[in-house]
């Protein structure tokens, strides 16, 4: 479970071959108590919750990250290898 990005306490992970749940390309994103399961494709909440504040954070992050995160998806999930992506300045 690789930490791809963190920012403001937002700590973004992405996990090697996890398609059985959440079938589709997906990060796992904890803030605090909470955590959340992001689809990559349509970036929203899929499964969990996260704050207001933390979530217009992250899917703005997403949003500018899309294309690394869709080319992250597939070389992970395919060579469990990974990259990490600039966190939100």
């Not at 999930?77 to 992506?85: L, N, V, Y």
Request: without cysteine; charged residues 25%; proline residues 4%.
């Amino acid at each position: 479970m690789p930490i791809i990005s963190q920012f403001y306490g937002i700590i973004i992970r992405i996990f090697y071959k996890d398609v059985q749940k959440h079938h589709g390309a997906h990060v796992h994103v904890e803030y605090n108590e909470y955590s959340a399961v992001y689809s990559i494709n349509s970036i929203e909440i899929i499964d969990g919750d996260m704050p207001p504040k933390q979530n217009r954070m992250v899917t703005a992050w997403m949003e500018i990250h899309k294309d690394e995160l869709v080319a992250l998806w597939k070389i992970s999930q395919h060579d469990g290898e990974f990259f990490r992506i600039d966190p939100l300045k």
